[in-house]
């Protein structure tokens, strides 16, 4: 179990909110809810170990797209600085 | 003294970047064959931060991250060690004290040969620090004014305020604005009378309120405090343990002594330093002093205005991370709890700065040391020039630790792993312009700050 901070929290101009049934921590979003049961909180009920299972699944699935992005981002930026590196030492060599 | 430090610091870093028009500044005509020009090398070093982002991101593994930042290896040692440590560092910071007054006041008036003005901004400004962030805070046992304050006769009648994060960024804005607009570095009488100044209102605070002024109040104990976080070595109940640098200041939680306007301060009284030596500073400020504004309010007002200003960022940029990361937590919250990741950039910029100062003192401060009042004249030690380069990658360096602290922190702050990432994004882009600005202030040739 992870330690969680005492968070303090700002709900201006947030319409809905997602508690968390142990320590009242409110979320933007009901996967944040449930992933944050998971790691923060010990026995959960049968239903919310379903609910931090899919919401695990789902958190997966989406940083594998992510991680996806990230491979491209790092491509794009490592060949174009050495494009641009080459480009000026021709230029001025 | 402090310029022909900065004269070189300056020029060792536009032999690197020399493919500027050399003429300009007259600097750096060697080298200029195949060495890239400078916007290329800033945004080198901006590529260097976002791609640190991006590899860090790959690591979202609660518990990996945890155990990277919580490793330690204990190496035990007896108390009784860490007690006659701590006495005979009290002795030698008094000593110090006593030495850089003695000296301030009745040594040699040339600062370069004066070892009060060697001992505090050589050795002590430039390399005890080094010391604090690289290898451990010692400076709760070296203090002289807490080893002073033990026999001043104490009131401890009032309790100084409970938040107390001001008062220190105050005091730390004002000692750096006194070091910019005063002689204070080159004149060594000054220097003594300023560290007595120091003294009375340091052991009047202690006499007042206890050891909390130095918890709370005293920028130098504040500032080590900070440094001391991001050093491998660090004092345990058993003895010493070994960590990884950094990992202290992932680790550190609200409620401890931590302080953004203090942190900000630091950081932005670090880049002001360099600044005002800079032409482009000596373009806007030398036609205003020229015109007869008066150099100590002006240079009052630039710091003052680039604290607000990297205040309102740095918030900004808290705030922008709240809506990324579609977080509940506040403002003010997130802002704090991300504030240790600014203390590696803080002192990447100072070994950038200072190491190459201490360098060339080092022969100075030999000589002053073993004759403190009538010491031999030497000469400053020679630089070879690749020393500018790694100047550059001492504030990088600082940058990627930055990155790594905040990616720690943000997994102890949100649940998942995609929203810790995405509560990065703000940081990152304002880390990456921060990156390029300071690299860029690193790689000016040194000009004289006009008016002071």
Not at chain 2, 324 to 338: D, G, H, I, L, Q
Not at chain 2, 360 to 383: D, H, I, K, N, W
Request: charged share 15%; with cysteine; hydrophobic share 50%.
């Amino acid at each position: 179990m992870q330690e969680q901070p005492d968070v303090e929290v700002d709900l201006d101009g947030i319409e809905e909110v997602h508690e968390c049934p142990r320590c009242g921590r409110p979320f933007r979003r009901e996967r944040q809810r449930d992933l944050h049961l998971g790691e923060a909180h010990g026995d959960l009920t049968d239903d919310e170990q379903a609910a931090y299972e899919d919401a695990t699944e789902a958190e997966t699935d989406d940083l594998f797209f992510f991680h996806m992005k990230v491979v491209v981002a790092l491509g794009v930026l490592y060949s174009s600085t050495v494009l641009l590196y080459t480009a000026i030492v021709g230029l001025t060599g | 003294m402090r310029e022909a430090g900065r004269a070189l610091l300056a020029g060792t870093v536009a032999a690197v970047v020399a493919a500027r028009p050399a003429a300009a500044h007259g600097i750096a005509e060697a080298g200029a064959t195949g060495s890239a020009p400078l916007w290329v090398v800033l945004l080198g070093g901006g590529a260097v931060v976002a791609g640190s982002f991006l590899f860090a991101t790959l690591l979202t593994d609660h518990e990996a991250i945890r155990a990277v930042n919580q490793w330690r290896l204990t190496l035990p040692a007896p108390g009784s060690v860490f007690a006659r440590g701590a006495d005979a560092l009290a002795v030698l910071g008094v000593l110090a004290l006593a030495a850089v007054v003695v000296v301030g006041l009745a040594g040699p008036s040339d600062p370069r040969s004066n070892l009060a003005v060697l001992v505090v901004f050589g050795l002590w400004w430039a390399g005890y620090t080094m010391s604090v962030y690289l290898l451990g805070n010692t400076w709760g046992a070296l203090n002289p004014w807490r080893a002073l304050g033990r026999v001043v006769p104490r009131q401890e009648d009032r309790e100084l305020p409970a938040n107390g994060d001001w008062p220190a960024a105050v005091g730390l804005l004002g000692v750096i604005w006194l070091e910019v607009v005063s002689p204070v570095a080159d004149d060594p009488r000054l220097l003594a009378v300023v560290v007595l100044a120091y003294t009375v209102v340091t052991l009047g605070g202690v006499a007042r309120y206890g050891e909390a002024w130095f918890e709370t109040v005293d920028p130098l104990s504040r500032v080590f405090a900070c440094f001391g976080r991001l050093a491998p070595v660090e004092r345990t109940d058993d003895g010493l343990a070994l960590r990884l640098p950094g990992a202290a200041a992932a680790d550190w939680r609200r409620g401890e002594d931590i302080s953004v306007p203090l942190v900000v301060a630091l950081l932005w009284g670090t880049t002001f330093d360099g600044l005002v030596a800079t032409p482009p500073w000596a373009a806007v400020a030398g036609p205003l002093v020229d015109a007869g504004v008066p150099a100590a309010p002006l240079y009052l007002l630039g710091l003052l205005g680039g604290f607000g200003l990297f205040v309102a960022v740095y918030r900004g940029a808290a705030r922008w991370s709240r809506r990324t990361a579609e977080s509940t937590v506040s403002t003010r919250y997130v802002a704090a709890w991300f504030v240790p990741a600014l203390l590696p950039i803080a002192a990447g910029y100072h070994v950038a700065h200072f190491l190459g100062f201490l360098l060339r003192l080092a022969p100075s401060l030999g000589a002053a040391a073993t004759s403190p009042l009538s010491p031999p004249q030497v000469g400053f030690l020679g630089l070879p020039g690749w020393y500018g380069s790694l100047q550059l990658v001492f504030v990088l360096a600082g940058h990627v630790f930055a990155i790594w602290v905040a990616h720690g922190l943000s997994f102890d702050l949100f649940p998942g792993r995609l929203q810790p990432i995405r509560s990065q994004y703000p940081f990152t882009g304002v880390m990456v312009l921060y990156t390029m600005t300071s690299m860029w202030i690193i790689s000016q040739p040194y000009a004289t700050p006009p008016g002071v």
